[in-house]
């Protein structure tokens, strides 16, 4: 999650690729981290894993940010505390979801939150058309809409794989998760109290309300693995992919968002976290062997298409100054 500042102007092309690199890579690692979560986590240790991997990284984020914590007034503390609470379900939707599915499909189908959350706002905010790129009252929003059917389409020939089956539990879920991505969006973008809080103290006090909601469940008897017996289990193997997602996934991801805002436009750095749907399906299939088969890697074509036409058209309206425009909601 970050709060995009005002775009900066590079001096050099040398200088935007010298931005560019750190931001892609943060789209890579965001990308493997379906299969790094999938590695290490069970269903019967999804909250565990949960509570390790923020754990770890939440006195970093404390210290950090300590003197802006301590000016967080109570309002802003409420927000930011409920805005955990959605953030919780999103993680406990994505990391149950990835368990029962493969990391090809929970990179791609998270992605709808691209198509998702423009749609969504336009309904709240009733500015259907202009919300869309349609500044004529009454104009049809086709592009959008053929670029959120497009998505649509496409995941679901990428759940079919080989052929047309029901959907997994885990395809599901992966679905239900965008759908939250996009209210903790919208969630953020409407709670007055967090306006003007700064990106470091509200991603601090959101994960640790989610934290503090992972260990809750963690410790109601036949939840699953408790976080010590989980944490005692880990080989190296376990603890070196629950390090990539405390340190880079979160910790290096959310830090270099901060430092790029401040050197280069929102739209540039989003563009450049959109195409971490294709670095999941890159890790799937090279690295887990996912075989998505024909109708899959047509379906994968399909969303990718759709969530790029979807995005530059919701980066249009922010250059424009209109709704639907959203930054990256990732910690």
Request: one cysteine or more.
């Amino acid at each position: 999650m970050s709060t995009l500042a005002a775009p900066a102007t590079l001096g050099t092309p040398r200088r935007a690729w010298l931005t560019d690199l750190p931001v892609l890579l943060v789209a890579v690692v965001w990308g493997a981290s379906y299969l790094a979560a999938k590695g290490v986590t069970t269903s019967h240790t999804v909250l565990a894993v949960l509570v390790l991997r923020f754990a770890l990284v939440l006195p970093v984020l404390v210290a950090a940010g300590w003197r802006r914590l301590r000016v967080l007034d109570a309002a802003q503390w409420r927000g930011a505390a409920v805005l955990g609470l959605i953030l919780a379900g999103i993680f406990l939707l994505e990391t149950y979801g990835v368990v029962h599915t493969s990391a090809t499909n929970a990179g791609l189908i998270i992605s709808l939150t691209m198509i998702f959350t423009p749609l969504a706002e336009a309904a709240v905010t009733r500015t259907f058309p202009q919300a869309l790129g349609f500044a004529r009252a009454g104009a049809m929003p086709r592009a959008f809409l053929g670029a959120a059917a497009l998505s649509v389409a496409g995941v679901v020939l990428l759940t079919q794989g080989a052929g047309f089956t029901t959907p997994s539990a885990g395809d599901l879920l992966m679905l239900l998760a965008a759908l939250a991505r996009t209210v903790h969006v919208l969630a953020m973008s409407r709670t007055k109290a967090v306006g003007s809080a700064d990106s470091l103290s509200l991603t601090t006090v959101q994960l640790g309300a989610a934290v503090a909601v992972f260990a809750l469940l963690a410790a109601v008897p036949g939840t699953g693995d408790t976080p010590w017996a989980t944490a005692l289990g880990f080989g190296p193997r376990e603890w070196a992919g629950l390090l990539f997602l405390s340190v880079f996934c979160t910790l290096f991801a959310f830090f270099v968002q901060m430092w790029a805002v401040r050197r280069t436009s929102p739209s540039r750095v989003s563009l450049l976290l959109g195409t971490e749907p294709l670095w999941a399906a890159a890790a799937g299939i090279a690295l887990a062997g996912d075989r998505p088969g024909t109708l899959g890697l047509a379906g994968a074509v399909l969303v990718l298409a759709g969530t790029t036409w979807g995005r530059r058209a919701a980066d249009r309206d922010a250059r424009q100054g209109l709704p639907g425009g959203s930054g990256s909601d990732r910690p």
